[in-house]
Structures are given as C-alpha cells and as structure tokens.
C-alpha cells in the first residue's frame, strides 16, 4: 500500500459544481496535512494546512479523520480557474526527522 | 517579499553530460529542500538542508546527484553524468520550518530539464 494514495482523476466538473477529493494515508503516527494546488507547468503552492478539526477558506474545505486515515477536500461552487492538480501531502515522523509524502494528485477540469 | 529563484528554467542536455541547477531560497529560511518531479507524478524529495547541513538525502542518487549548500543561503544541485530518467522538473524549496511541522514551504518556479 502506497504511503499516500488519491485517485488521479481527472475529474471533469462543470461551473459551479461541487467537487470533492479523498486522500488515504497508510502512517498512523501522520503529524499534518497539506492541499497543495499545481496549475500546468507550475511549481505547487500551498492551499490550505488540514487541522483536526476542520477548515474552511471560502469555497474550500478540508477535513480530517485520524480513525480512517483520510483527509478530504471539498470545493464548492467551481470556478474556471480550479482547474489544476491537487496534491495530498502527509508530515511523517522518520526516525528523529520528519519528511512530507506527497500523493501524485488529483487532476480537476472545471468545464464551461 | 522575493520568492525562491532559481536558474536555469530550461535545460536540454545529451545522456552522459553534466548539469547544475542553482536556487537562492527566501531570505531567513533556514531549511532548503531540492525535489524532482517527473510529469504526472507527485514531487520527490531528493535531498533537505537544514542551514547548510544534511537533514535528508536518503532518495538522491548519489553515483550521479550531488548537493551542496557551503554558506546555508542558496544551493547547488548536479547531475554528472545525466540519463535519459533524469529529465524531470527540479524543484527547490525552503521554508522557515520552525516547527518541524512543514508550515509555510514555498517553491521556486524550477528548473525543466530534458536528457536527449
């Protein structure tokens, strides 16, 4: 079983759908969580940090579930300009450091 | 507030030759990280500096990659000699990492290499 896993896509939406991705994680001692977002050819930029409880930032909200492993993201009302990658990313504790796993993304197309 | 540079965009190059890639990361981070990401894939972390010290190079090729960051400000990555699997977008990051946490990593836009 992969570190992290999502399923790659692509998700094809149209405008003002309601969109959701999952990420499954495999390492219960996972210390924080991350939405990267990815446009083509760009380098990724952080989206939003996933905090135990839940986080919303306008139209984007994460979640997560320890019990599960999981981590969502939900976007709501999609926009053109939605369309990227998304990539799940995981801080894990190895020996004494810590390093990020990162999902190989999920792929939205928000249609006209 | 400048963000991480680094040089060049694009590289083609043919198997066997020699490549540097340079990146300077925002000023007071002292943690700096080089990934490579192939098309369609996640980014892998290849090497992670802590000032100019090694915290992670458990994935860099070392027959072939080598890092350095001498003054713990910017850093150098080399290929010698590349292969036709290299070509992949190098990626450099740094981050102020306070909290071991990962919080506020940011890329620089990175460095698109081909191998003929």
């Known amino acids: 079983r992969k570190e992290v896993e999502q399923d790659p896509g692509p998700f094809n939406v149209p405008e003002g759908a309601t969109v959701a991705f999952n990420c499954t994680y495999s390492?219960?001692?996972?210390?924080?969580f991350f939405w990267y977002r990815q446009d083509c050819r760009k380098e990724p930029k952080l989206l939003m940090s996933v905090y135990s409880s839940g986080n919303e930032d306008g139209r984007f909200t994460a979640q997560l579930n320890r019990a599960s492993q999981y981590i969502s993201l939900l976007i709501r009302d999609s926009k053109l300009s939605d369309s990227a990658t998304y990539l799940c990313?995981?801080?894990?504790?190895?020996?004494?450091?810590?390093?990020?796993?990162w999902g190989l993304g999920t792929s939205l197309a928000v249609n006209p | 507030e400048a963000g991480v540079a680094q040089s060049p965009r694009y590289k083609i190059i043919e198997k066997r030759q020699s490549v540097a890639f340079w990146c300077n990361p925002i000023?007071?981070?002292?943690?700096l990280y080089w990934y490579q990401q192939i098309l369609g894939q996640g980014p892998k972390l290849l090497i992670q500096?802590?000032?100019?010290?090694?915290?992670?190079d458990s994935q860099l090729p070392k027959d072939r990659f080598s890092a350095e960051r001498l003054k713990g400000v910017d850093s150098t990555l080399k290929i010698q000699p590349a292969k036709l699997e290299d070509s992949a977008v190098y990626l450099c990051a740094s981050s102020l990492d306070l909290s071991g946490l990962f919080e506020n990593m940011f890329f620089g836009s990175g460095t698109q290499l081909s191998v003929l």
């Open positions: 390492n219960s001692a996972s210390q924080s």
């Open positions: 500096f802590q000032n100019n010290g090694v915290v992670d």
């Open positions: 990313v995981v801080n894990i504790r190895a020996g004494n450091n810590r390093k990020l796993i």
């Open positions: 000023s007071g981070h002292a943690t």
